[in-house]
């Protein structure tokens, strides 16, 4: 059976990574025309260097919580596809074997010639104003920024189309085409939503809601799925 995981930043919240919109959220410090837009790095590289090369420096010490480790312990039962908007590792820390990064990767850096080509980021290092990639334009972070193509939303795509089960973590589905990923799961395919703040789907298809953390939801949800979908197995 097919699980298909839309996770967004709540599902790390627990191991300590900032959401955005949430009343502590990076997008409460930080303007996202400043540090996530292409604009926003023509106009002032440095501020955005200082941004990622924070985040990537804060990541380096964060473990992944229940959240991540569940997803991946369900494997042995599951085929689990995870697509997430997250750009920290900790789905494949935890030992994820299939995720697909929609909005890039903190662990890996691009050029401004070719931000899709990506590079191994090694902790402990930093990106640095006149740092030049092998193509001989300036390094920049490998992250997705507003305004820019989405690359794996096509195969994310195909990967909702054929879920048996969908299931989505710690996204407010404000930010598309992400959330419009909803919209391609079969009619007949069960929806279970893990948040602990309601979280209006875009869709009519019914969600089971889970209104909890992400460790304790998916302990309940783990619960949920081996007595509906695995007990005769
Ligand atoms: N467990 C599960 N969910 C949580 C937890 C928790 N412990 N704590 C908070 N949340 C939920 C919030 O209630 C909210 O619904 O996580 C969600 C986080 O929403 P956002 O901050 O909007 O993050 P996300 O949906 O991932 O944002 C999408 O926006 O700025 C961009 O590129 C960025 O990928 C990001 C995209």
Redesign the pocket.
């Known amino acids: 059976m097919k699980l298909v995981v839309l996770?967004?930043?709540?599902?790390s919240?627990?191991s300590g990574m900032s959401?955005?919109?949430?009343a502590d959220?990076?997008?409460n410090n930080y303007r996202?025309e400043d540090v996530?837009t292409p604009e926003g790095f023509l106009r002032d590289p440095q501020l955005v260097l200082d941004f990622y090369n924070d985040l990537h420096h804060s990541l380096q010490s964060l473990k992944p919580n229940y959240?991540h480790i569940g997803l991946a312990e369900l494997e042995e039962f599951f085929d689990v596809r995870v697509i997430t908007?997250?750009?920290d590792n900790l789905h494949e820390a935890a030992g994820s074997s299939n995720v697909l990064h929609?909005?890039g990767e903190l662990t890996k850096y691009a050029s401004v010639k070719n931000p899709d080509r990506a590079h191994d980021w090694p902790f402990g290092t930093d990106l640095h104003l006149g740092d030049k990639a092998d193509d001989g334009s300036q390094i920049r972070p490998f992250i997705?920024w507003?305004g820019e193509a989405v690359p794996n939303i096509e195969k994310a795509a195909e990967w909702v189309r054929q879920a048996d089960l969908f299931l989505v973590?710690?996204?407010?589905?404000?930010?598309y085409p992400?959330a419009g990923l909803l919209g391609y799961v079969a009619d007949e395919v069960p929806i279970f939503l893990?948040?602990?703040?309601p979280?209006k789907s875009p869709y009519k298809h019914p969600v089971t809601v889970l209104q909890?953390?992400?460790?304790e939801?998916m302990r309940e949800l783990v619960g949920i799925l081996k007595t509906k979908y695995l007990l005769n197995k």
């Open positions: 996770t967004g930043a709540g599902i919240a627990e959401t955005f919109r949430d959220g990076l997008w996202v996530a959240g908007q997250n750009v929609l909005h997705v507003f973590i710690g996204t407010s589905l404000a930010v992400a893990i948040d602990p703040k979280v909890k953390g992400a460790s939801g």
